[in-house]
C-alpha cells in the first residue's frame, strides 16, 4: 500500500515539481550548425560613462541577496528595483541595506513581475540571481529593454540560449556580464599576471573544477519554510535527468582568461564521460523513509557523481574541468595551469619550475611581486571604506562586482564580456551531449565568428583605465 501511495506522489509530485523538465534535455540540445554573422563586435565595446549606476535586481535568495549588500558597498550605486516570487525574500532583502539610503520599488506580483522592472526607464543595470531556467529569458528581455544585464552563471542552459544572448547584445550594443567572482579572487589575478609575464612560458595544460559536496555535509537536507538550508529545490531538480558538468564555470573562467579564449585562442572541441552515481540515490531513499517530501525524488536518475570534461583550443592547448557536488571531499576551483616553463598548482598553491616545488618563501616572494595592481586597489579601496564594519560586512565585497561597476562608470569594457558568458555556459549542453554518447567529441561553437584572431586581451588587472570608484 505504502508503495503504491509513493508511487503515486513519485509521479503526481515530479510532474508537479518539474522534476521531468531535465530529462531528455541532452538529446534535445544537438548543436545546431549556425550561420552566425557577427552584428558588432561586443569584444572591448565602450558603452557611455554611466556616472551613476542604477540597478534592478531578479532573484534576491541566498546569491542575490549577498550581491545587493555588495552592490550597494559601492560608490555612485543606487539600488531601484527589487524583483523576486517570494515577497519575504524582497523583505529580509530590504531590511539588510537599512542604512545605505535605498529605496527600491518591489516587484512580487507572480513569475514574470521581472518584465515589469526591465520595462522601467531608470535602471541601467539588470542583475540576476534566480534559477538557472530564466537567465537567458530575463537577459535577453532586458537587453532589449535598453539594460546592461549582470547575470549569476550560467547565461544560459541551452546551445540555442547562449546564440541568443550573444545575438541580442550584438544588436542592442547592451553589454552582458556573467560574473564569476573566481577571476578576482584568490590567486587567479595573481596568477592570470604571471602568465602574461611569460612566467610559465607557452602555456600546454590548464584544470579547473566546481567540487563542492553538496549532499553529504551536517545541515545539507535540513528544510525551512521555502528551501532546504544549504540547498536550493530547483537545484536538486537540475541533477535528474541531465549528465555532465552542470557548473563549469568557476573552474574554467580563470583558466580561459590564462589561455586567451576568446582572444587569441579558442575552444575547438570537447570530450565528456560521467561515473554513475552512488551517493544522490541512496541519499533520496534514505531522506524519504522520514520525510514524505522526499519521497518524488526517490528511485529517480540522478546526474553521475563526477563528470570530467576534456577541452582542446586551437592552439593544441588542454583543458580539464571536474564537476563533483555529491562526494565527500574537500572543494577545489581554480586548479592548474602549466606551460613550457612551470606550473601553477591549488590546494595548497605551490609552483615548480622544475620536478621540485618551489621553497615558502620563494613562492611567497613571486606572489608579492606579482600581485597585479587590481587586487592591490581592491584592498586598499576595502581598507579606505573601514575595513570589514558590523552591519554591512565587507567581506561581502567582492573585486568583481566592484570592477563591474567601476568599468560601467567609466565607460571601459567588460572584464568577462557576453562571449565569455556564452562560452563558460555552453560547456554544459556540449558536455550533456558527449556523455549521452559515450564520450564521442563535440565541436565547440565560436560564439566570436572568427574575432577571437584579432580580439585584444580581456580583464585591465594592471587598472590602465578606470580603478577611481571607491566603497563606502
Ligand atoms: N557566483 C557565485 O559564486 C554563486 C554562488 C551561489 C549561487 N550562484 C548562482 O546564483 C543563482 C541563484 O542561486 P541561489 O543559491 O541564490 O538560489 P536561491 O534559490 O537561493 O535564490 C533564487 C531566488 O530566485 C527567486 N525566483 C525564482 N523564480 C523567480 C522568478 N520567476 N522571478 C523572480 N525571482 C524568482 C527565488 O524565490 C529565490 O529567492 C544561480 O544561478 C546560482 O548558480 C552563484
Known amino acids: 500500500m505504502k508503495n503504491k501511495r509513493r508511487d503515486f506522489i513519485k509521479l503526481a509530485g515530479m510532474a508537479g515539481a518539474g522534476i521531468i523538465v531535465g530529462s531528455d534535455r541532452a538529446l534535445a540540445m544537438q548543436p545546431k550548425v549556425r550561420d552566425h554573422m557577427q552584428a558588432f563586435n561586443m569584444h572591448g565595446f565602450r558603452a557611455p560613462k554611466l556616472d551613476r549606476v542604477r540597478v534592478g535586481l531578479v532573484g534576491v535568495g541566498n ?44 516587484y512580487t506580483d507572480g513569475e514574470d513581475a521581472w518584465k515589469e522592472l526591465c520595462d522601467r526607464d531608470d535602471i541601467d543595470l539588470v542583475y540576476i540571481a534566480t534559477p538557472w531556467k530564466y537567465h537567458a529569458p530575463i537577459a535577453v528581455y532586458a537587453m532589449e529593454s535598453g539594460k ?53 612560458g607557452e602555456l600546454v595544460h590548464g584544470e579547473g573544477n566546481y567540487i563542492h559536496d553538496r549532499v553529504n555535509g551536517p545541515g545539507r537536507w535540513e528544510r525551512d519554510e521555502n528551501n532546504w538550508f544549504g540547498y536550493r529545490p530547483w537545484r536538486l531538480k537540475e541533477n535528474v535527468g541531465r549528465n555532465g558538468n552542470l557548473y563549469p564555470q568557476h573552474g574554467l573562467g ?15 572541441y570537447l570530450v ?24 518524488p525524488y526517490e528511485g529517480l536518475k540522478f546526474r553521475g557523481n563526477i563528470n570530467t570534461t576534456l577541452i582542446r583550443t586551437n592552439k593544441g592547448r588542454t583543458i580539464m574541468l571536474q564537476h563533483d557536488i555529491s562526494s565527500p571531499r574537500p572543494g577545489s576551483r581554480f586548479q592548474l595551469i602549466s606551460g613550457s ?23 611567497k616572494a613571486l606572489v608579492e611581486k606579482f600581485t597585479p595592481k ?27 562586482d566592484w570592477r563591474l561597476i567601476d568599468c560601467l562608470r567609466n565607460g571601459l569594457p567588460m572584464e568577462m564580456d557576453v562571449y565569455d558568458a ?12 558527449s556523455v549521452a554518447q559515450m564520450g564521442n567529441t563535440v565541436k ?24 577611481n570608484t571607491n566603497l563606502i
Not at 68 to 96: T, Y
Not at 254 to 268: E, H, R, S
Not at 423 to 433: F, G, H, R
Open 63 to 106: 546569491r542575490g541577496s549577498g550581491t545587493l549588500i555588495r552592490l550597494a558597498s559601492i560608490e555612485n550605486v543606487d539600488i531601484v528595483a527589487l524583483c523576486d516570487i517570494l515577497p519575504q525574500n524582497v523583505q529580509q532583502a530590504i531590511q539588510s541595506i537599512e542604512g545605505f539610503g535605498h529605496s527600491p520599488t518591489i
Open 148 to 200: 546592461h544585464v549582470y547575470t549569476e552563471l550560467p547565461v544560459g542552459v541551452t546551445l540555442e540560449e547562449c546564440w541568443q544572448v550573444v545575438e541580442t547584445s550584438e544588436r542592442t550594443k547592451k553589454h552582458c556580464y556573467m560574473g564569476s567572482s573566481s577571476c578576482h579572487e584568490g590567486m587567479s589575478a595573481i596568477v592570470l599576471n604571471m602568465v602574461r609575464q611569460g612566467f610559465f
Open 254 to 268: 580563470p583558466v580561459a582568461q590564462m589561455m586567451d579564449l576568446n582572444y587569441g585562442d579558442k575552444m575547438d
Open 272 to 295: 565528456s564521460i560521467s561515473s554513475n552515481d552512488f551517493t544522490m540515490g541512496p541519499k533520496m531513499k534514505e531522506l524519504a523513509e522520514n520525510d514524505p517530501y522526499f519521497e
Open 341 to 363: 616553463k612551470g606550473i601553477y598548482q591549488a590546494d595548497p598553491a605551490r609552483i615548480a619550475t622544475s620536478e621540485e616545488w618551489m621553497k615558502e618563501e620563494e613562492f
Open 374 to 400: 587590481i587586487t592591490k586597489s581592491f584592498q586598499e579601496k576595502v581598507s579606505q571604506a573601514g575595513g570589514i564594519k558590523g552591519g554591512r560586512s565587507y567581506e561581502r565585497v567582492a573585486a568583481s
Open 422 to 433: 556564452a562560452l563558460w555556459s555552453v560547456v554544459t549542453p556540449l558536455s550533456e551531449q
Open 444 to 467: 565547440v561553437p565560436d560564439f566570436t565568428s572568427g574575432s577571437w584572431k584579432s580580439n585584444k586581451r580581456g580583464m585591465d588587472i594592471h587598472l590602465a583605465e578606470g580603478g
